[in-house]
């Protein structure tokens, strides 16, 4: 039997129900990070999903380089800008090419992190360990096969990552003496496509983050080549991005092997 009570009730659930899908996409709280290769794979795609999980906070990643980031930073199209650099080599970056910063002082920024860049190669070349003489000639190009240093009888293919110029100028700078990369290159884009060009490449070398090591890829022992990872903001940092570093400072450890 159908009546107006019938009709209240089945309005009310319907409401009721709309009420409570409505409240949860509210509620979504969505956070814009702008990442070079160091920060993507470190500390980002380590804590995306259990953070979406534990606190309800989702993180949109931009993975498309540092200087990309602070661009995007600067167009307020991300809550803040991450890589693999001291705050004043990362400016000195976007210097070097030509951009120009509206306002240096609008800037807070903060270490949240190390990254240990690792040298990886194709495992034909079968080198255990390389000195940074070595490495040094071979990234400029001065060495050019790999039995000039003890491994197999191969052309070196250095692969260069256009879309990780922190993680290339901090090798360039500690494990090359500022010394230029070679101009005969293989070009790659990320972190990742990095990786698999050189696993596809026989005689193929490359810089990575230490989170990309495995037994896919030979990596030769090689003094050790670090960094901060910085994270900046433009003004203070927005309650989402104080949520996530608080995230990070607790829960998130465990995610990231801390």
């Not at 993975?63 to 980031?69: F, K, L, Q, V």
């Not at 040094?136 to 260069?160: C, H, M, R, S």
Request: charged letters at 25%; a positive charge.
């Amino acid at each position: 039997m159908r009546d107006g009570r019938g009709k209240i009730f089945g309005v009310g659930l319907i409401l009721a129900l709309f009420l409570v899908a409505t409240t949860g996409m509210v509620c979504a709280e969505e956070l814009k990070v702008g990442a070079g290769a160091a920060p993507a794979e470190n500390i980002f795609k380590k804590i995306k999903d259990p953070m979406e999980k534990e606190i309800g906070l989702k993180l949109i990643l931009i993975d498309s380089g540092p200087y990309e980031a602070l661009v995007a930073l600067d167009k307020g199209e991300v809550d803040a800008a991450s890589g693999g650099l001291a705050f004043g080599d990362w400016l000195n970056m976007m210097a070097k090419k030509s951009y120009a910063i509206p306002d240096k002082n609008a800037y807070k920024y903060r270490v949240i992190g190390k990254d240990i860049i690792k040298v990886i190669a194709h495992k034909d070349v079968k080198v255990a360990e390389l000195s940074k003489e070595q490495l040094q000639g071979i990234f400029t190009g001065k060495i050019a096969n790999w039995k000039e240093v003890g491994g197999a009888d191969l052309p070196i293919v250095v692969v260069y990552g256009a879309q990780i110029p922190g993680t290339q100028a901090v090798f360039q700078k500690q494990a090359m003496s500022g010394e230029a990369y070679t101009k005969n290159i293989k070009e790659a884009t990320n972190a990742p496509d990095v990786k698999e060009k050189v696993k596809a490449t026989p005689g193929a070398v490359a810089l990575a983050p230490v989170t990309l090591v495995d037994d896919s890829v030979s990596a030769p022992k090689i003094p050790e080549v670090g960094r901060p990872i910085t994270l900046i903001t433009k003004g203070e940092p927005s309650a989402t991005v104080i949520k996530m570093l608080d995230y990070l400072r607790g829960p998130g450890k465990k995610h990231l092997g801390q």
